[in-house]
Every structure is written in structure tokens, then in C-alpha cells.
């Protein structure tokens, strides 16, 4: 119970952080729309960061510094061609383009980018955290790194779920988490993380948001 007792324990900020995200889901509706898309980024990043200024988790467990960047080259180099196939395939065979739907820009994409960084920044804060209760937890027959990683998983799993109301887009974020898990579990990298989580992100959902635009309301011509 003492990782859950005071500002400076890792415990402490999940709960935190689980009670945050039922405010949230229970501000934004509201919240004046303007403000509204604020409030998962900054959920996302200040908790982290409020965490790490405290001293509560690490930012080598959150893959920020002391990394294996020979592995992180190897594993990377394989998972970036491995996405960028499948984006390919994507494009030409699964995701249908609609001409109604309007062009995204490049001001957008960018944003995406950001927003990928800070969902990003958040997961790793789980796994840093849970990774620091594994560390002092009784052995339980798996690796403490392993344990963390995927039960970060399942405690974002549902706040991704209910922050988007397209189906499509559900898919593409858990696929986006399921697979920066897997990264992270062999590289314990967060830009690389960042990196292939932005690039998902960029390269999937201009299709999606296309298509449900062109089959809710289409626009004008």
C-alpha cells in the first residue's frame, strides 16, 4: 500500500490518472466544443509530467534516455518496413478513398503527430509506473517488464475505446497500442514508439475520416 500513499509513488498516480479520465470522459460533454479537444492532450501530458517532476516514476523506465539504441535500430528498422507495407496495402486494397470527403492538410497531419506524442508520452507513463510496482511486487513468474507493459495495455485500452465513436478509428488506435507495446517491450523507447505511433496515425486516418464524412454527409460539390 505505501506505492499508493504519497505524491512521490508510482501508485499514487494511476489512481490519479484513473479518476482523471472519468472526469474527462464526463467534462467533455460539457465543455465548449472549442475547448473540448484539449482535454485528452492535456490529460495525457500533465499527469505524466506532474508524475515525473515529483520523482514518482522514471524516465528511463519511460524510455526517454539510457536506451539500446542497437536494438532499438534492429527492431525498428524491421517494424518501419513492416508498416510501411502494410500501408501500402491499406491504401490500395482495405481503406476505400472518398472523393467527397475533404483533403486533410499537412497543418493537420501535424497535429496528429503531436497528439501522437502526448497518447504516446501517457502509455509509457503506464508502463514506467507499473513497471516500478512490479519491481517491489512479489515474484509471480514472469518478467516484471512484460507484466507492465501489458497491463498497461489493458488500463488505456478503455479511455482509447471510448474517445472515439468511429468504429474504424477504434481499430486503427488499438492496433496503434497493441503494437507500440510490442516495440516497447524490446526496445524500451519512447521516441521510437512516438515515431511509429505518428506514423500510423498519419498514414491511416485521412482514409478513415474520409469515409465516414462521405458516408454520414457527404459534402457539396
Known amino acids: 500500500m505505501s506505492l499508493f500513499a504519497g505524491f512521490s509513488e508510482p501508485g499514487f498516480w494511476l489512481v490519479v490518472a484513473a479518476v482523471a479520465a472519468i472526469v474527462?470522459?464526463?467534462?467533455?460533454?460539457?465543455?465548449?466544443?472549442?475547448?473540448?479537444?484539449?482535454?485528452?492532450?492535456?490529460?495525457?501530458?500533465?499527469?505524466?509530467?506532474?508524475?515525473?517532476?515529483?520523482?514518482?516514476?522514471?524516465?528511463?523506465?519511460?524510455?526517454?534516455?539510457?536506451i539500446d539504441w542497437r536494438t532499438t535500430f534492429q527492431v525498428g528498422a524491421g517494424l518501419l518496413l513492416v508498416i510501411g507495407l502494410l500501408a501500402l496495402l491499406a491504401w490500395l486494397f482495405v481503406l476505400p478513398?472518398?472523393?467527397?470527403?475533404?483533403?486533410?492538410?499537412?497543418?493537420?497531419?501535424?497535429?496528429?503527430?503531436?497528439?501522437a506524442g502526448t497518447e504516446e508520452w501517457f502509455w509509457c507513463f503506464l508502463r514506467a509506473a507499473l513497471w516500478e510496482i512490479m519491481w517491489t511486487a512479489p515474484q509471480v513468474g514472469a518478467a516484471p517488464l512484460y507484466l507492465s507493459v501489458w497491463g498497461a495495455a489493458l488500463l488505456?485500452?478503455?479511455?482509447?475505446?471510448?474517445?472515439?465513436?468511429?468504429?474504424?478509428?477504434?481499430?486503427?488506435?488499438?492496433?496503434?497500442?497493441?503494437?507500440?507495446?510490442v516495440v516497447f517491450l524490446f526496445t524500451r523507447n519512447f521516441w521510437l514508439c512516438w515515431l511509429i505511433h505518428a506514423a500510423l496515425a498519419v498514414l491511416f486516418t485521412p482514409g478513415v475520416v474520409r469515409v465516414t464524412r462521405a458516408a454520414a454527409a457527404p459534402l457539396p460539390q
Open 24 to 66: 474527462l470522459l464526463v467534462a467533455r460533454h460539457y465543455v465548449p466544443s472549442p475547448w473540448r479537444a484539449w482535454l485528452a492532450p492535456a490529460y495525457w501530458f500533465f499527469i505524466p509530467y506532474l508524475a515525473l517532476l515529483v520523482g514518482a516514476v522514471s524516465p528511463r523506465l519511460m524510455g526517454l534516455y539510457w
Open 156 to 181: 488505456a485500452l478503455p479511455l482509447v475505446l471510448a474517445l472515439h465513436e468511429s468504429g474504424r478509428l477504434r481499430l486503427i488506435k488499438t492496433a496503434i497500442l497493441l503494437i507500440t507495446t
Open 97 to 115: 478513398r472518398a472523393e467527397a470527403g475533404a483533403k486533410v492538410g499537412w497543418s493537420v497531419r501535424l497535429v496528429w503527430i503531436g497528439l
